[in-house]
């Protein structure tokens, strides 16, 4: 599966209230800073998340964070690659 960002993708960000699976947020990681990843499913205020590309070995993927580490969800991507 090809991954639906890239390092020159700009994402804009806001802060929502509810997160729901499927949903692409930026994290706050205390080992890598901030990521992008996709809510994989939530329970509560826990949400566990996945990358995009399945190729890639990421160590965030299918842990937990709280709602509060979620910095905010991606509303729009711009790639530069294509302009």
Same mark, same amino acid.
């Given at each position: 599966? %090809?991954?639906?960002?890239?390092?020159?993708? @700009?994402? @804009? %960000?806001?802060?929502? %209230?509810?997160?729901?699976?499927?949903?692409?947020?930026?994290?706050? $990681?205390? +080992?890598?800073? =901030?990521? @992008? #990843? *996709?809510? #994989?499913? /939530?329970?509560?205020?826990?949400? +566990?998340?996945?990358?995009? =590309? /399945? $190729?890639?070995? $990421? *160590?965030? =993927?299918?842990?937990?964070? *709280?709602?509060?580490?979620?910095?905010? #969800?991606?509303? @729009? #991507?711009?790639?530069?690659?294509?302009?």
């Amino acid at each position: 599966m %090809t991954p639906n960002y890239s390092d020159n993708d @700009l994402v @804009l %960000t806001t802060r929502f %209230t509810s997160f729901n699976a499927n949903d692409v947020v930026v994290l706050e $990681s205390d +080992e890598d800073g =901030n990521v @992008l #990843k *996709r809510i #994989k499913s /939530k329970k509560n205020n826990i949400f +566990e998340v996945e990358s995009d =590309n /399945k $190729s890639y070995h $990421s *160590r965030i =993927n299918n842990k937990l964070f *709280r709602k509060n580490q979620i910095l905010g #969800k991606v509303i @729009l #991507k711009l790639n530069f690659l294509s302009f």
